[in-house]
């Protein structure tokens, strides 16, 4: 079974329904469910999960959105290692290289993003939502 990181925004897309990108996160959250693929988020992504759902949706819809994630995805701890193996990747963008750190101290297969850019200083494969939906479903 493939482990997977999900970025921050696939996984807001699913919570807060952004259109149009929703459909395929969810999807994607249905084939963890459905016991597909493993799904992960950082404990750093659940900080900004609440931040932007408190914003959109309201506190106690950003309160839902986090038990959701605790309830429904693999949480990964972010520790002083994490910190350090992040502050070495080539990015100039500290939160996608701390998303990479914990993707290989996880040893997960892949990370999941709307934004492979991002994480152009990964070793781990990069893919788009819909790349991982035709991946599960027998595509390359």
Not at 28 to 53: E, G, K, P, R
Not at 80 to 96: C, H, I, P, R, Y
Not at 109 to 131: C, E, H, K, N, Y
Request: with cysteine; aromatic share 8%; proline share 3%.
């Amino acid at each position: 079974m493939t482990r997977a990181l999900f970025d921050t925004n696939v996984i807001l897309d699913v919570l807060l329904n952004r259109h149009p990108w929703s459909a395929d996160a969810k999807a994607l959250w249905q084939a963890h469910m459905n016991n597909q693929l493993a799904a992960h988020v950082t404990a750093t992504s659940l900080t900004d999960i609440f931040y932007i759902s408190r914003r959109h949706a309201g506190r106690d819809r950003a309160w839902q959105a986090i038990q959701a994630c605790l309830d429904q995805l693999y949480v990964i701890s972010v520790g002083f290692n994490e910190l350090q193996v992040a502050t070495t990747l080539g990015s100039s963008d500290f939160e996608d290289n701390l998303q990479i750190a914990c993707t290989m101290t996880a040893q997960l297969d892949v990370i999941v993003t709307r934004d492979p850019s991002g994480f152009a200083a990964s070793s781990i494969p990069v893919l788009t939502p819909q790349q991982m939906l035709s991946r599960l479903s027998g595509g390359n």
